[in-house]
C-alpha cells in the first residue's frame, strides 16, 4: 500500500509526461536558453528567446565567449568558471557556473546586458545555459551609478567611484600589482585669486582631459578635491612603469592652458604609490602618495608656486 505524500510533496507518479510541457516551456519562456554539448560547447538546442540576444551564426559557447562578449574581462570570468566547473566533473555529477553579468553583440550590432547562469550535466554531457536580458535595468542603474561616481565639474571619477573601482579590481584580481598617482596642480591657486573662479574651473576642465587622454583606457582619473587629481592604474608591471607614466604626465600638465584671452601656464607635483609593496589597501597607498607628492613640492620654490602663470594672448576688449 502506498503511503500518502507528505504534505507541500509531489506524488510524481500522478502527473502526465511532462516532456510535452517542456518543449513548450522551452519554446515560450521570454528567457535566452540553450543547451550545449560538454565535450566541444556545440550549441544544440536555443529558443526564440535567445536568438534576440545572440547570432544564429554563432553556433559554439567558445564563439560566444569569443565574438558576442565585448567585454575582455568578462570573457575571462567565463571561461575561468568553465574550467573549474569542468574541473570538478570526476566529484559531482553536476557542477553550477555562478550568476555572471555579460554584456553580448546581438546580429542586430545591438549591445544587450544579461545574467547568464549555467548547470552542467557531466553524466549526460550537457549543459543547460540561461541568458536573461536585463539591458534596461541595468542602463539605468549604470547611468544611476556614474552620476554618483563622477566629479560634476570635471567629468572624471570622484572619491566614491575611485572605492568602488578600487573594490572590482581587487576583487578580479587579488594578486596584481595596481599603482595610484596622486597630482596637486602647481600656481593653480593665483589663477583663482586673480581670474576669478570661472577662470579656474575651466582650468581644472582642461587639466582633467589631458590626464585622461595620457592614460590608458583601463586607468581610472579623478578628482580627489579643489586642484588635486588621482589616477588609479591597474595592473602595472613595476615602479619604473609608474615614473614613466607620471613623467608622461607632468610634460602634459605642463602645456598652456588657453582660456578666452589669456594662456595660462602652470604645472603639477606627483607622487606614487604601489600596491602591494607600499601598502596593503587603497587608504595606505594614498598616504604613501600623498607623502611622496608633498615631499615633491616642498623641492619646488615658494616664489614659483606663487607666481601668476599668465601670458596674454590677445588685449581685451574695453
Request: aromatic share 6%; proline share 5%.
Given at each position: ?47 526564440p528567446a535567445f536568438r534576440h540576444i545572440a547570432d544564429d551564426k554563432i553556433t559554439t559557447m567558445s564563439a560566444l565567449i569569443d565574438t558576442s562578449c565585448v567585454d575582455p574581462k ?215 602618495a600623498d607623502q611622496s607628492m608633498y615631499s615633491t613640492k616642498k623641492k619646488i620654490p615658494a616664489r614659483k608656486r606663487s607666481q601668476k602663470p599668465l601670458v596674454t594672448i590677445k588685449p581685451?576688449?574695453?
Amino acid at each position: 500500500m502506498n503511503a500518502d505524500p507528505l504534505s507541500g510533496q509531489f506524488d510524481f507518479s500522478t502527473l502526465p509526461d511532462l516532456a510535452p510541457l517542456g518543449q513548450t516551456l522551452f519554446r515560450k519562456v521570454p528567457i535566452g536558453t540553450v543547451v550545449v554539448r560538454l565535450s566541444d560547447s556545440q550549441i544544440l538546442l536555443r529558443n526564440p528567446a535567445f536568438r534576440h540576444i545572440a547570432d544564429d551564426k554563432i553556433t559554439t559557447m567558445s564563439a560566444l565567449i569569443d565574438t558576442s562578449c565585448v567585454d575582455p574581462k568578462q570573457q575571462e570570468q567565463l571561461r575561468a568558471q568553465v574550467r573549474h566547473a569542468k574541473s570538478r566533473a570526476d566529484r559531482e555529477d553536476t557542477s553550477e557556473l555562478p550568476e555572471l553579468v555579460l554584456d553580448l553583440k546581438g546580429a542586430d550590432g545591438r549591445i544587450r546586458i544579461v545574467q547568464h547562469y549555467a548547470l552542467m550535466f557531466h553524466k549526460q554531457g550537457i549543459a543547460i545555459g540561461i541568458f536573461r536580458d536585463i539591458s534596461d535595468i541595468k542602463r539605468k542603474y549604470r547611468a544611476l551609478q556614474k552620476d554618483a561616481f563622477t566629479d560634476e565639474l570635471t567629468g572624471v571619477g570622484n572619491r566614491r567611484g575611485l572605492m568602488e573601482r578600487w573594490n572590482e579590481e581587487i576583487e578580479d584580481d587579488p594578486a596584481q600589482a595596481i599603482g595610484f598617482l596622486m597630482i596637486d596642480l602647481d600656481q593653480f591657486k593665483p589663477i583663482n585669486d586673480t581670474y576669478g573662479h570661472a577662470t579656474g574651473d575651466n582650468v581644472l576642465r582642461s587639466m582633467a582631459r589631458r590626464l585622461r587622454k595620457s592614460v590608458r583606457k583601463s586607468d581610472y582619473v579623478v578628482r580627489m578635491g579643489g586642484d588635486e587629481f588621482g589616477i588609479l592604474l591597474p595592473g602595472i608591471e613595476s615602479r619604473t612603469m609608474l615614473d614613466t607614466v607620471s613623467n608622461k604626465l607632468l610634460a602634459a600638465l605642463r602645456r598652456p592652458v588657453t582660456v578666452d584671452t589669456l594662456k595660462l601656464s602652470l604645472s603639477g607635483s606627483i607622487g606614487g604609490g604601489l600596491y602591494p609593496e607600499d601598502g596593503k589597501d587603497l587608504a595606505a597607498i594614498m598616504v604613501h602618495a600623498d607623502q611622496s607628492m608633498y615631499s615633491t613640492k616642498k623641492k619646488i620654490p615658494a616664489r614659483k608656486r606663487s607666481q601668476k602663470p599668465l601670458v596674454t594672448i590677445k588685449p581685451p576688449a574695453p
